[in-house]
């Protein structure tokens, strides 16, 4: 599918951008065909998980014998954040074999447990791992390696203005992205998009839905055997949805996340977006307490770096019930925000897609 900038949104036109992730991804491809063809180019194609080419406009900074940097401007569309318009730079140098990634100047270094990526490593999320290996992969002759530097100029100031400081991640941004594209998020035209789909899929006949924030909630409800048609994306609109869900006629949901996120609902939180509102360890450290957890093992909670750190210390103490608890006062929250007019199940899931706790009938 070749990438489409614009699109209609409740009436209104808005442009679509692109990640961090794809945006060093061409960089590094680029400056990788550059390297062994000697042939300059400015503009260079890569393919996205969502299945989209994007044709994106490159520079060419340094051309050495065994070494090329190549640039390429971030695009977050009409959905700008802290990143956008930031250059990021791909240095890429010749090695006898393999793709070597490294995260140079203004690439974030993960020092804290709890992220997709371990600790002392760069900030490079997995999909934009594979992504880069990928795409370099195409333009890399069979009998050569690569070496591929990862540089953002403006990376350490930028970073000051994110949430990577109070996760752990020093020095930089990270390179993000799940599927490649970054699609507009005016509010209302979000919304209204989001609740089209519950439209679609009562038309369809569906009568229990799968309520998932994002791809990866909808990858684990693919695993646990639910259909495609069922699942509906709510991204942070948790109560929106689910009064949707009641104004279209629907009789019941399952509510299904990764902790970190659907933990806020169980605290009575439905709109999760971080900037705000965000009680997750305080959450969890409650009702730990409640089980009979040491004054040691809460402050522990309290003092994790993300939700899904406190999921080994949990397990460590012999508390893995919480999960359940916690699953069941989600289903709660979610069924009183409604008025009882939904029955709500619910599941929680690890970044290892390992189910913690269910409530509901599973």
Not at 9 to 16: C, H, I, S
Not at 322 to 343: C, P, Q, T, Y
Request: neutral net charge; contains cysteine; hydrophobic residues 40%.
């Amino acid at each position: 599918m070749v990438f489409d900038s614009y699109v209609v949104k409740n009436g209104k036109k808005l442009r679509r951008g692109y990640t961090t992730g794809s945006t060093a991804t061409a960089a590094a491809k680029a400056a990788t065909y550059v390297l062994f063809t000697g042939k300059k180019i400015d503009r260079i194609k890569i393919g996205t998980p969502a299945g989209i080419e994007l044709d994106l406009e490159v520079n060419i900074l340094e051309i050495k014998d065994r070494y090329v940097a190549v640039s390429v401007l971030k695009d977050g569309g009409d959905d700008p954040d802290a990143t956008d318009g930031i250059e990021i730079i791909a240095k890429v140098e010749e090695i006898e074999a393999g793709i070597e990634l490294i995260g140079g100047e203004g690439v974030g270094q993960v020092t804290k447990p709890g992220l997709p990526v371990n600790v002392g490593e760069p900030a490079i999320n997995p999909v934009p791992r594979k992504m880069l290996k990928t795409e370099i992969n195409k333009v890399l002759p069979a009998d050569k390696g690569v070496r591929v530097t990862i540089e953002v100029p403006e990376g350490e100031e930028v970073a000051k203005k994110t949430f990577n400081p109070k996760l752990g991640i020093v020095g930089g941004i990270s390179i993000l992205g799940t599927t490649g594209i970054v699609e507009p998020m005016s509010e209302k035209a979000y919304q209204d998009s989001l609740a089209l789909n519950i439209s679609q899929a009562v038309a369809l006949g569906e009568e229990e839905l799968i309520l998932v924030f994002g791809n990866y909630g909808k990858r684990m409800a693919l695993e646990l055997g639910f259909r495609e048609e069922q699942i509906i994306r709510m991204s942070n609109f948790v109560g929106f949805m689910l009064k949707e869900c009641v104004a279209k006629g629907v009789k019941k949901v399952v509510l299904l996340g990764h902790i970190g996120k659907l933990v806020k609902v169980g605290a009575g939180i439905f709109n999760t977006h971080s900037h705000l509102a965000d009680a997750r360890l305080e959450t969890i450290a409650a009702y730990t307490a409640s089980l009979g957890g040491s004054q040691k093992l809460i402050n522990g909670i309290l003092n994790a770096n993300t939700a899904e750190e406190t999921i080994n210390i949990i397990k460590e103490a012999g508390y893995e019930e919480i999960f359940n608890i916690l699953a069941r006062r989600v289903s709660i929250r979610a069924k009183e925000h409604v008025n009882g007019e939904l029955e709500v199940r619910s599941l929680l899931f690890s970044m290892k897609r390992e189910v913690l706790g269910r409530y509901g009938g599973w």
